[in-house]
């Protein structure tokens, strides 16, 4: 009889933990949701992506879902440590945030002497690297520098970021510009005074001699180009 007791004993064990398991939500499962997420948002990434997803605390207890959603929650990146959120559709269902590490093997442009601020940056002012990128805002490509001006000192030997330069200035604060304002068969010149740096391209207010400030476009030649 005793020996009958811990048979049904054993069976019931077996029934009731395959019940509790048939009704949580695999932590595998989510983890593969995550990763496939991600995938999917790197893949035309440039560079070798390698992602690495954190393990679900083993001590959370979720109920099953056949309809989980990954997300990226507001203000995370693609590209380092961030959070990816997974979410579950389904009635009475639950959310949670996992840690993810994204990082891109790829080229990265490395100062190859001490830059000054104010330069404007030439080929020989850098040298290629491989390595892992896990922040965004890395140079990767020269084109992304040269011609361009740096805004502060650095020694040799740093990583350069997008950050660090900007646009030589087409007009500078102060100068006396050329506004041209064409219409339909003809062409009004005139001049102002710029009121700040600006690269070609960029918006700019320049005082023109009644005092009036006007906003125009700016161009090579410290022209500034206004509509009408």
């Keep these: 009889m005793k020996k009958l ?3 049904i004993y054993c069976v019931l064990t077996v029934y009731s933990q395959a019940v509790w398991s048939e ?9 593969k949701v995550v990763t496939e997420f991600v995938r999917a948002k790197t893949q035309d990434m440039p560079g070798k992506i390698s992602i690495k997803v954190e393990d679900v605390d083993p001590r ?9 959603e990954a997300f990226l929650p507001t203000g995370a990146s693609m590209l380092g440590k961030t959070s990816i959120g997974v979410r579950c559709n389904e009635k009475n269902g639950w959310s949670l945030f996992l840690s993810v590490s994204i990082t891109s093997t790829m080229n990265m442009l490395v100062s190859s002497t001490p830059l000054q601020q104010g330069k404007i940056i030439a080929a020989g002012d ?13 140079v990767t490509d020269e084109a992304q520098v040269v011609g361009k001006v740096i805004k502060y000192s650095i020694g040799a030997g740093q990583l350069l970021k997008q950050d660090m330069f900007r646009l030589p200035y087409a007009v500078t604060q102060g100068q006396t510009v050329q ?9 009004l010149r005139s001049e102002g005074v710029a009121m700040s740096n600006v690269a070609a391209g960029q918006p700019v207010q320049v005082k023109v001699p009644s005092g009036k400030l006007i906003s125009g476009i700016v161009k090579s030649g410290g022209i500034v180009e206004v509509g009408q």
């Design 179 to 187: 506004i041209l304002s064409e219409g339909h068969g003809f062409i």
């Design 126 to 138: 850098f040298s290629i690297q491989s390595g892992e990128i896990s922040q965004p805002g890395i």
């Design 60 to 68: 959370l207890a979720l109920s099953a879902c056949p309809q989980m």
């Design 5 to 7: 007791l811990v048979i």
């Design 23 to 31: 009704d949580r939500q695999d932590h595998a499962l989510i983890n």
